[in-house]
């Protein structure tokens, strides 16, 4: 929270105080500030009022009124507005805002950087894709959400963990299996017969060749001793692994756990999750099968956790896998899923709940899926037929930065078109580069100004309407970095860096920065400075590239 944001909250509770004396001293030392919308509601905005409405009985607009009567003049504030239903908008004097940048300047790389995470545990599950194939442009989109959002954590004052939970059992790993030995049998001409539920894909036969040059199969038939299908079960999920995990390196996103379900299996912990359930009164029995008790924790039906022939469903190992995630002491739980996972929302929190945790700590997240568009028409993807775009193909074409910036642009559960073309430009209208520009411009310009350094005393002359936009949208960068942590929205930080580069770009084509007049510059030169430093402090959370050269 930078000065000027502290020094208007007392403001503010120091008028609330002498309008409602009656307001606890713990109400009034919650007074948040937001970014509005749009520019013509002011700098900050408080919605204090709408608060108490209900308690002080009166409309949020007359208790705002009420409010705003009683704030004191101060330099900081150059108008305050009541708008509907209730809001008080805050106008910043120039003055203020100037003062601002030197605060700015002056926490150097601390600007930005937030406690709320108070050194709280939080575990982000994220990508956790089957190995049963590469990853896909469905995958590298919950790969750049997750570990940007780890990052913005992170720098929130989170103690983050990030986990990759690898299904490496079950009917798709046996279809894996059975695919490879099927392919590999066909390059030792034998014939073998395609499983139907088969993988089709070519890293199918690159995995099965790998396999024959290796010459493990045929040592296996010279000693008449076959190999058995978990042999080519464990072959083919680790072959995947190793490109998953090779992948993910060049992506730029790095896990601290690799959670094998296998291991969790042989653990005995999902058993000890069953009985965690059945001890609570949370099961029963029908139909020769054991159902768990989830509508009485909102699911909207009771679910089979053991089949009638003894056999797990899916949600019985995901049952096990959250009380393990508890155990480990988590203050915040975050999964990132697939669209196909939403109906699992509320049976998955049903049974922490029905454990005894806190449901409330768990955080679910769906990342809507992704259409590449080549050339205008979108391209086909199905990862059983074969027929998919990699997230390496992605990478090679368009480059890790714009991949990350592009699978980011829109909101976590908003579909996303992704356009391979303008992702590729090397034009402003390509909103990465945008970004990625206006670091390098400023690199050229500090470094043409023969690295003019800084200087906090001229700061008041900085009064043009581009250097006030400027200094204001820097302002905000704690907020913004405080709502998409908030939100677990990491398109939060995407979007203010492009207003960030917008203003910096028209504040670039309108004024020259280094000038004759030494003190101008080195004002000018002060103000461009922290754009850059917010800049590259907003793209390393991003995952992105801030480039001095273009």
């Given at each position: ?16 105080k002498e ?31 709408m ?15 009420s409010i705003?009567?009683?704030v ?13 239903p ?19 300047i ?61 299904n ?10 059975k ?30 060749k ?21 042999f ?12 998953i995990i ?15 379900q ?28 054991t ?18 022939d ?13 009380k ?11 999964n ?36 590449l ?15 998919f ?8 074409e ?38 990625q ?28 309407e ?23 929205e990491?398109?939060i ?25 030494k003190?101008?510059?080195e ?28």
């Open positions: 929270m930078i000065k000027i944001e502290i020094d208007l909250i007392n403001i503010i509770k120091k008028a609330l309008t409602f004396p009656e307001i606890s001293d713990k109400v009034a030392d919650n007074i948040l500030l937001e970014i509005p919308k749009e520019k013509k509601f002011g700098d900050f905005s408080a919605n204090i009022a608060k108490l409405s209900r308690d002080l009985r009166k409309s949020p607009l007359d208790i705002a009124a705003v009567k009683h004191e003049k101060s330099d900081i504030i150059h108008d305050i507005k009541v708008e509907k209730g809001f008080i908008n805050f106008y910043i004097s120039s003055k203020a805002v100037a003062g601002s940048l030197k605060d700015i002056k926490e150097d790389a601390a600007f930005g950087r937030s406690s709320i995470g108070n050194g709280k545990k939080a575990q982000i599950e994220f990508v956790s894709a089957n190995p049963t194939g590469p990853l896909t442009v469905a995958h590298g989109r919950q790969a750049a959400i997750g570990d940007s959002l780890a990052r913005i954590l992170k720098f929130c004052g989170y103690n983050v963990v990030r986990e990759y939970y690898i490496d059992e079950g009917v798709q790993v046996q279809a894996l299996g695919s490879v030995k099927a392919r590999l049998m066909e390059t030792l001409g034998k014939e073998s017969e395609f499983p139907e539920n088969g993988y089709k894909g070519g890293y199918i036969y690159e995995i099965a790998k396999l024959k040059d290796s010459g493990v199969a045929e040592q296996a038939q010279a000693s008449s001793a076959p190999l058995s299908e978990n080519f079960m464990e072959y083919a999920v680790k072959e995947i692994m190793q490109t090779k992948d993910l390196e060049d992506f730029g996103v790095h896990f601290d756990i690799w959670y094998s296998k291991a969790l299996a042989r653990s005995g912990k999902v058993e000890k999750g069953i009985e965690s359930l059945r001890e609570k009164g949370f099961l029963y029995e029908q139909d020769s099968a159902w768990f008790r989830s509508t009485e924790f909102g699911d909207d039906k009771d679910r089979v956790i053991i089949k009638s003894g056999s797990y469903t899916y949600l019985t190992p995901d049952i096990a896998y959250h393990e995630k508890f155990s480990q002491g988590y203050d915040k739980i975050v990132i899923w697939g669209p196909d996972h939403h109906g699992y929302i509320n049976r998955i929190k049903a049974a922490c709940q029905a454990m005894g945790y806190d449901k409330e700590k768990v955080f679910i997240l769906i990342a809507q899926l992704v259409t568009y080549r050339e205008g028409k979108p391209v086909k993807m199905s990862t059983r037929e074969g027929e775009i990699t997230l390496r193909e992605v990478m090679d368009v480059g890790k930065d714009a991949a990350r910036f592009f699978f980011i642009m829109r909101r976590t559960e908003s579909h996303l078109d992704f356009d391979i073309a303008l992702a590729k430009a090397q034009t402003l209208d390509n909103p990465v580069y945008y970004i520009y206006a670091h390098a411009r400023i690199s050229s310009i500090i470094e043409f100004s023969k690295n003019a350094q800084p200087n906090l005393d001229n700061l008041a002359l900085l009064d043009k581009q250097e006030i936009n400027l200094i204001k949208t820097l302002m905000h960068y704690p907020k913004i970095i405080e709502a998409a942590a908030a939100n677990l990491p398109s930080l995407l979007s203010y860096l492009q207003d960030l580069a917008g203003f910096f770009h028209s504040y670039y084509n309108a004024y020259r920065i280094v000038t004759d007049d003190p101008l510059t004002a000018r030169i002060s103000l461009v400075h922290t754009v850059k430093k917010v800049l590259a402090s907003g793209l390393d959370l991003l995952g992105v590239t801030a480039l001095e050269k273009m």
